[in-house]
Structures are given as structure tokens and as C-alpha cells.
């Protein structure tokens, strides 16, 4: 029996190489998505055994693509993570019809079409685990939120109506909601009147996330939140 197979979607420097490097300590063959494998390459040869496939999450044809080279070259997915974001500040007034698309596109048109690249095996398993990374804009609508919030919102509801249908089949849906300012060199230069409590370790985020994906049938969580010690909230 080959080993259990971890898919991060949206890997990139912070929370996605997080996610990758915890699920390869704990034995998983990882395969890292992101739109380019100029990062995800590096970070492959890396990890023993994990791989790096180029998707475009708002491009069915490419989920589709990336998915079916997972499962022949590693076989079917136990874990999927799906931590792909997109967003475009600016309020009403400002956003145009085309980032508020693309942002739903890849919040939440990405999240169906790679969660359904894996339901089958997983119910067929009766085992498996969906981990989507929401944010706190999916409960509220700010200012300068008004094409990201109505993404984020609908890849929670998406993610509640796949738990609600998905759960009695054995397959852990859930969704990790981030408050808080992930610690990255770009954030720590941006911001370098904040101490070190301000920001939110990817490390500490990706230990939850997998936490999360151990509990027991009895305990399920459907909604985690994740913020710095400090955060306001």
C-alpha cells in the first residue's frame, strides 16, 4: 500500500508550502497546485515524493488536467486542502465586473471543481478529508471587501452544503476561517512597526490544519478559527 495522498491547491511561500511540509512530515505524498511550478518545483525536490502540477483553479480543464496526473502518478486523494485565494480591494464603486468574477472564480468555482475531482474515491473509501481555507470576509462585508466577501461567503456556504452531504458518507468537510496577517517577508516589510505576536505563523496554521484532519468521527469540527493571540476581533 503506497502512501496516503495529500493535494494543496494554491501553494505559494506562506501557508501552502505550510501545508505541504506537514502533511509530508506525517508520511503523505504530497502534490503541490499553483498556477505556475516555479516555486512548487523547488519545494517538490524538497520533499521526497511529492509532486508539482501547474492549475489554473478557474480553468475547469486544467483542474480537471492537474487532478487526473495526481491520480495516475500518485494515486487516489486522501487530503485535499484547497487554499487557493483571490481577491480585489476596492468598494462597490470601484470593482469591476470582471474582478468580482474572478474572484469567485477562484474562491469558489475552483473549490467545486477540484472537491468534485475527489469526491468519488472518497466515498468509495468511505474515508477522506476537505479542508477549504476561508477567511473572515465570508461573514462580513467591509468597505473595500466588495468583490472578495461575496466570494469567501460562497465558498463557505459551498463547503456547509458539501459537510451536510458529505459527512455521513465518512468525508471530513470543513473550513479554517483566518483572522490575522500571515507572517511573510513582503507582510513583515509592509508592516514593520508590528511585533512579532502580530502575525500569524504559517507553521502554527498548517499544525491546525492538520490536527483537524485527525479528529475523531465522534468530534467532528466543521468551522475552525485560526487568529494571533493579539488580533482584534
Known amino acids: 500500500m503506497g502512501k496516503p495522498v495529500c493535494a494543496v491547491v494554491g501553494v505559494g511561500p506562506g501557508n ?5 511540509r506537514r502533511f ?5 505524498a504530497v502534490a503541490l497546485l499553483a498556477r505556475s511550478t516555479e516555486l512548487t518545483a523547488a519545494l517538490a525536490k524538497e520533499l521526497s ?8 483553479v478557474a480553468n475547469e480543464a486544467s483542474v480537471t488536467s492537474a487532478f487526473s496526473d495526481i491520480a495516475r502518478d500518485l494515486g487516489d486523494v486522501d487530503t485535499l486542502v484547497y487554499n487557493a485565494g483571490s481577491g480585489s480591494w476596492g468598494n462597490v464603486e470601484e470593482i469591476s465586473p470582471k474582478d468580482f468574477e474572478q474572484s469567485w472564480r477562484v474562491n469558489t468555482l475552483g473549490a467545486l471543481l477540484a472537491s ?26 467591509n468597505v473595500k471587501t466588495a468583490a472578495f466577501a461575496p466570494a469567501k461567503a460562497a465558498q463557505r456556504s459551498l463547503a456547509e452544503s458539501m459537510a451536510r452531504h458529505l ?3 465518512g468525508v471530513h468537510v470543513s473550513v479554517v476561517i483566518l483572522d490575522g496577517v500571515v507572517d511573510l517577508p513582503k507582510t513583515r516589510l509592509m508592516m514593520k512597526d508590528k511585533p512579532d505576536s502580530f502575525f500569524a505563523k504559517p507553521d502554527d ?6 490536527r ?22
Not at 116 to 141: L, Y
Open 24 to 28: 509530508h512530515a506525517e508520511g503523505f
Open 116 to 141: 468534485q475531482r475527489v469526491i468519488a474515491p472518497m466515498k468509495k473509501a468511505g474515508r477522506g478529508n476537505i479542508v477549504f481555507i476561508g477567511a473572515t470576509a465570508s461573514r462580513r462585508g
Open 212 to 233: 483537524l484532519t485527525q479528529q475523531p468521527r465522534s468530534a467532528w469540527s466543521f468551522e475552525v478559527e485560526a487568529r494571533p493571540f493579539g488580533e482584534s476581533w
Open 16 to 20: 501552502g508550502a505550510a501545508f505541504a
Open 205 to 210: 496554521i498548517a499544525d491546525l490544519v492538520y
Open 167 to 169: 459527512w455521513p458518507a
Open 49 to 56: 515524493g511529492a509532486r508539482a502540477y501547474a492549475c489554473d
